[in-house]
């Protein structure tokens, strides 16, 4: 692929992905030779070495990281996971703060409560169409229908369990591989993820 075809294919990825660095800058997504001189690059989240490509920090000294700050593409995906999940949080508090306003915070919190947003979130997810995650989940595992249909179960029910739970920040509720693998092709697909999210959140 030429150099022009790479650039293109970068700027499309990161115009779908848009991620934070852990100081608040927009991290953009460039090959490790664009960036820097040396030969030695790393993720400094996970520490994997010479990413193909990262996300890096344009404000590269800050009173969070002295020597700039990367992410490989697998760990820009978790963030991003974790960042649309807080930006939604965020969206819908103050609407949230306003039809709670008067209530006794505690009560929102029982179990009555957690019962009817559960079956909410369930009905709503009813209504979503899945079709295409299944069969992208099928395609990347070679899977059969039976089970692409209970892992993409599962995974609504992991979702629920955030949303009923405001889990927001991921410290709560961890999916199992297979739960995390279609969350990440879920993820791929922005336009559709955002929307579940916007049911969810």
């Known amino acids: 692929m030429s150099t022009a075809n790479n650039e293109a294919a970068l700027l499309s990825l990161g115009n779908h992905f848009k ?34 490509f990262t996300y890096y ?20 995906v978790k963030q991003f996971k974790i960042q649309t999940i807080a930006r939604y949080r965020q969206q819908t508090q103050q609407s949230q703060v306003d039809n709670d306003e008067g209530k006794d915070n ?3 919190d029982n179990g009555g409560d957690r019962m009817e947003r559960k079956s ?3 009905q ?8 295409a995650l299944q069969i ?7 899977a059969m229908a039976k089970q692409s249909l209970a892992v993409l179960a599962e995974y609504k029910r992991f979702l629920i369990i955030k949303a009923v739970n405001h889990d927001f920040d991921a410290t709560l509720c961890s999916p ?15 336009a559709h993820y955002n929307e579940t999210m916007k049911v969810l959140f």
């Open 19 to 52: 991620v934070n660095c852990v100081c608040g800058t927009e991290m953009v997504i460039k090959q490790p030779s664009q960036e820097y001189n040396t030969s030695g690059t790393w993720c400094d989240s996970c520490k994997a070495k010479n990413p193909a």
């Open 136 to 142: 992208r989940y099928e395609r990347h595992n070679l």
């Open 57 to 76: 920090c344009p404000a590269k000294h800050t009173t969070f990281h002295s020597l700039g700050y990367d992410y490989c593409f697998e760990c820009a």
């Open 106 to 108: 505690a009560s929102n």
């Open 176 to 190: 199992s591989f297979c739960i995390d693998e279609m969350w990440h092709l879920h993820v791929l697909d922005t």
């Open 124 to 131: 709503q997810l009813d209504l979503v169409n899945w079709s």
């Open 120 to 122: 909410m979130f369930e």
